[in-house]
C-alpha cells in the first residue's frame, strides 16, 4: 500500500461515499474527509422532520461504513481551503487544522439551501438539508401544535395550526403531504383544546405546476392528491417577504396577501457549496447560478485531469441535483482514477419518484408513468434497497409499519435545543465554542 496513489475525496453522501467503495478492491489510499460524520440519505430526512423515521437510520456513521475497507481512512473536518497549485487540501476540526496532499482528488460536497438573495428568511423558515434541519424543523411541527393547544386567542391558535411549505419540488410535495397526514390521522385524537385536523397545510409554488419535472399529467395527479389530504396547493405565487408572524405571497397578477403561520418551511432553491467557487477561482472553470461548477465531460476540472468534482455541487449538460448523477459521477471518478482514461460521463436515469401520503406516491422511469399505490410501492423499494446497511433497512421497515400501516409516528420526540440551537449557534458566533488555539499539522 505505500507508495499507493493517495486519493482524497472531500464529502460523506451520495458522491463521496460511493466513490469511496468503488475504490475498495483497488491499489489505492484513500482518505475520506467531511464536516459530517455520518454519511446522509438525504431523500428521507423529510420522514425524520415528521417523525417517520430516527435521524440514525438514515445517517449511518461514515466510519462505520467504510470499517472493513482497510484502503480508507475517514477524517472528520471542515474542508476550507483546496489549493490546485500545491495539491493540497486543508480542513479544520475545532482548532485542529490539518494539511493532507494529494495525487488525484474528488470533490463532493455537495449544496445547501438557496432563499434566492433574501437569506435572512432562514431564520424563520429553515429548509431540509442536513439532520439538524430536519430535528428543527420536527421541533417545530409538533411544537406548533403544542402551541396551539396552550394559547386561547382564536387567531394565534389559527396561525400556529397553519404550515407552509415554500417550493413544489418532490421535498415540498413530500413534507406537506405528511403534514396533513400528520394532522388528519396521526394526531387527531391527541389534543383536548383543538382539533389537529382543522391545520391549514399550504404549498406554494412559483411555476404553474408542482413536481414541474414529472410532467404535465404526474404534476396533476400529485396536486389532487394532495387536495385531497387537505393541502392547499397554490401554484403561480412567489413569496415576497417572510416573518415570525407569517408569510406575504404576491399571485401571477402582482396583488399581494398575507398568510399569518407560525410553522415555515423552505424547499425551494439550492446553492452550491462554496468549495465550487474556490475550484473555479484557480481552475479557470465557470459557475452557474446556483454556484455549481461546469465540469469537463469527463467530470473533471480544466487543465486538472487529476481533480474530478461531482454531484450536486457541479454542472454538467443539465444533470439534475439527484442522488444517481452523485452516485454515477462517484463511480466515475474512481474508475477514471484507477484506469488512468478520462472518458465522458454518461448518466443512467433511472426515474424520478415522489411520496405524497401513505401508498400514494408518483413516479416516472423511463416511458414508464407510475401513479397511487403501485409508485408507492415502488418507492419504497427502491428507497430500502439504497439505505445504507442491513441494521437500518430493517429498522425502517419497522418504522414504516408503524406509520403506514398503524398510522402511528415512532420518532415524536422534541427538545428545546433542536429549536433553538441553530440561531443561538448563531447569535454566539462562529468561535463558539472557544478552543484553545488553532493548532496546525500535515496528514500524510
Ligand atoms: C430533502 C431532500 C430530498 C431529496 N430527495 C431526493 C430524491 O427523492 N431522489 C433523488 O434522487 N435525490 C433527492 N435529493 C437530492 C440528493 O439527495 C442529492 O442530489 C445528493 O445527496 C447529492 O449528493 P452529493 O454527494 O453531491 O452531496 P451530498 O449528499 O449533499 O453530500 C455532501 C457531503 O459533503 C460534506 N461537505 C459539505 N461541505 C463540506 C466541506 N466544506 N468540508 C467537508 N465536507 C463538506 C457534507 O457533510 C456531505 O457529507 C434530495 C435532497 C434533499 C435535500
Redesign the pocket.
Known amino acids: 500500500m505505500v507508495g499507493a496513489p493517495r486519493v482524497v475525496i472531500?464529502?460523506?453522501?451520495?458522491?463521496?461515499l460511493f466513490a469511496a467503495q468503488a475504490f475498495k478492491q483497488e491499489n489505492v489510499r484513500v482518505t475520506l474527509?467531511?464536516?459530517?460524520s455520518h454519511?446522509?440519505f438525504?431523500?428521507l430526512?423529510?420522514q425524520v422532520a415528521t417523525g417517520i423515521l430516527s435521524e440514525g437510520v438514515i445517517a449511518p456513521s461514515t466510519r462505520e461504513v467504510l470499517r472493513r475497507q482497510k484502503n480508507a481512512r475517514v477524517l472528520l473536518?471542515?474542508?476550507?481551503d483546496i489549493d490546485l497549485a500545491e495539491r493540497i487540501v486543508t480542513?479544520e476540526l475545532r482548532g485542529s487544522k490539518s494539511t493532507i496532499p494529494y495525487d488525484y482528488l474528488i470533490v463532493?460536497?455537495?449544496?445547501g439551501q438557496s432563499y434566492f438573495g433574501n437569506d435572512a428568511f432562514d431564520s424563520f423558515a429553515p429548509g431540509?438539508?442536513t439532520i439538524d434541519d430536519a430535528l428543527e424543523l420536527r421541533g417545530r411541527i409538533f411544537g406548533a401544535f403544542e402551541m396551539a393547544e396552550v394559547v386561547t386567542d382564536p387567531a394565534e391558535r389559527t396561525r400556529q395550526l397553519t404550515f407552509v411549505v415554500v417550493g413544489g419540488g418532490?421535498?415540498g410535495v413530500e413534507v406537506a403531504g405528511q403534514i396533513a397526514e400528520l394532522s388528519r390521522t396521526t394526531l387527531a385524537k391527541d389534543f383536548r383544546s383543538i382539533d389537529p385536523r382543522e391545520a391549514r397545510v399550504i404549498l406554494i409554488e412559483g411555476a404553474p405546476q408542482i413536481l414541474g419535472s414529472f410532467g404535465h399529467e404526474l404534476s396533476g395527479k400529485a396536486k389532487r392528491e394532495l387536495q385531497k389530504l387537505g393541502v392547499e396547493v397554490l401554484t403561480g405565487y412567489k413569496v415576497t417577504d417572510l416573518d415570525a408572524q407569517g408569510v406575504e405571497i404576491e399571485d401571477h397578477a402582482g396583488n399581494r396577501s398575507r398568510v399569518h403561520s407560525a410553522c415555515k418551511i423552505w424547499a425551494a432553491g439550492v446553492q452550491a457549496?462554496p468549495?465550487a467557487a474556490t475550484l473555479a477561482e484557480q481552475s479557470g472553470a465557470e459557475v452557474d447560478r446556483a454556484g455549481r461548477i461546469a465540469v469537463q465531460p469527463d467530470l473533471t476540472l480544466p487543465g486538472h485531469p487529476e481533480v474530478f468534482v461531482?454531484?450536486?455541487?457541479m454542472a454538467l449538460d443539465g444533470l439534475p441535483?439527484?442522488?444517481?448523477?452523485?452516485i454515477q459521477g462517484?463511480r466515475h471518478a474512481a474508475r477514471s482514477i484507477v484506469t488512468r482514461e478520462r472518458t465522458a460521463f454518461t448518466y443512467l436515469d433511472k426515474g424520478?419518484?415522489?411520496t405524497i401520503a401513505r401508498f400514494s406516491a408518483v413516479a416516472s422511469i423511463g416511458r414508464l408513468q407510475l401513479t397511487g399505490f403501485i409508485a408507492w410501492a415502488a418507492w419504497l423499494l427502491v428507497h430500502l434497497m439504497y439505505i445504507i446497511g442491513f441494521k437500518s433497512q430493517f429498522s425502517a421497515l419497522v418504522h414504516w409499519v408503524v406509520s403506514f400501516l398503524g398510522r402511528g409516528r415512532a420518532e415524536r420526540t422534541t427538545t428545546r435545543q433542536q429549536i433553538a440551537a441553530r440561531l443561538a449557534l448563531r447569535q454566539v458566533g462562529e468561535a463558539f465554542p472557544p478552543v484553545p488555539q488553532v493548532r496546525e499539522q500535515a496528514v500524510d
Open positions: 472531500v464529502g460523506s453522501g451520495f458522491g463521496g474527509v467531511s464536516r459530517t454519511h446522509l438525504q431523500p430526512l423529510y473536518g471542515d474542508v476550507t480542513s463532493a460536497a455537495g449544496a431540509l438539508k418532490p421535498t457549496s468549495l461531482v454531484g450536486d455541487m441535483g439527484v442522488a444517481q448523477v452523485a462517484g424520478s419518484m415522489a
